[in-house]
């Protein structure tokens, strides 16, 4: 079993940056995806960015339009420890952020972390960013 833990939220002006961090215990990373999502409240779960520490899969690293040339996503498989750097942050970035870890590695957004695919889920990291 692995177990995904997320940290690094906060409240940031608008502009601001923010770097969070997704570590995980139980099983190596080397071959999984690991994703970022985050919800806003009274919203539904919104896709941020993914990468796979495999390096071997074209499709990573995948970005959604409404954060690519802001966020990066990156890895440490030393410390088996992914980061979400934040820059410019905006007060529609406002949502709790969850990372996800999907032993799948799907080369399509869709299916990323999807029910039934052993996926595993942090308990989420609030990030605030104020106008």
């Known amino acids: 079993q692995v177990h995904v833990v997320e940290s690094g939220g906060g409240l940031v002006q608008a502009g601001g940056s923010l770097r969070l961090s997704c570590s995980a215990s139980g099983r190596t990373f080397l071959h999984y995806a690991m994703v970022w999502f985050r919800q806003a409240p009274g919203k539904e779960r919104e896709f941020v960015a993914a990468?796979?520490?495999?390096?071997?899969?074209?499709?990573?690293?995948y970005y959604a339009d409404s954060v690519k040339g802001r966020f990066t996503i990156s890895g440490d498989n030393g410390k088996n420890t992914g980061y979400l750097q934040m820059n410019g942050l905006k007060p529609e970035d406002t949502a709790v952020y969850y990372c996800?870890?999907?032993?799948?590695?799907?080369?399509?957004?869709?299916?990323?972390?999807?029910?039934?695919?052993?996926?595993?889920w942090g308990q989420g990291t609030q990030v605030t960013v104020s106008s």
């Open positions: 990468i796979s520490w495999s390096g071997g899969i074209a499709f990573y690293p």
């Open positions: 996800c870890a999907d032993p799948n590695a799907p080369a399509t957004v869709q299916l990323l972390c999807v029910p039934n695919s052993s996926s595993y």
